[in-house]
């Protein structure tokens, strides 16, 4: 069992920057994600942020977040991060990582959760206006 720790998560102004931090077992993904739970949503309401591929080094973004958030991994595939620029109130939300399992496919099905085998807890990001 594979497991992830996030860590990074505050209380920022709009225009603020947080970077989230994934931790993880060195080369145990085909592919990291975040996705993010709004306030007052459920756990099948999660949205996907943002993903890498462990191999490839492929990046892929939702709309909303593109030119805002980089995500990015270190060379021994034990953190994966969420760098947030320019933050707004509509980022608040728990923010997840997620893992795909290591000899899976990485690609353009990144969004669908049901990829993801293993989740982290967790890590809460407020935006005020």
């Known amino acids: 069992q594979v497991q992830l720790m996030e860590s990074g998560g505050g209380s920022v102004q709009t225009g603020g920057s947080l970077r989230l931090s994934c931790a993880t077992t060195?080369?145990?993904?085909?592919?990291m994600a975040w996705f993010r739970q709004g306030p007052n949503k459920g756990h099948e309401e999660r949205e996907p942020v943002a993903a890498i591929c462990a191999g490839s080094g492929d990046t892929f973004y939702e709309d909303s977040v593109k030119g805002r958030f980089t995500i990015s991994q270190d060379a021994f595939k034990t953190m994966v991060y969420l760098r947030m620029n320019n933050l707004r109130p509509e980022d608040t939300g728990m923010y997840f990582c997620?893992?795909?399992?290591?000899?899976?496919?990485?690609?353009?099905?990144?969004?669908?959760?049901?990829?993801?085998?293993?989740w982290g807890q967790g890590t809460q990001v407020t935006v005020s206006s």
């Open positions: 997620a893992a795909r399992p290591r000899f899976s496919t990485c690609g353009s099905r990144w969004a669908l959760p049901e990829l993801y085998r293993n």
């Open positions: 060195a080369n145990s993904y085909s592919g």
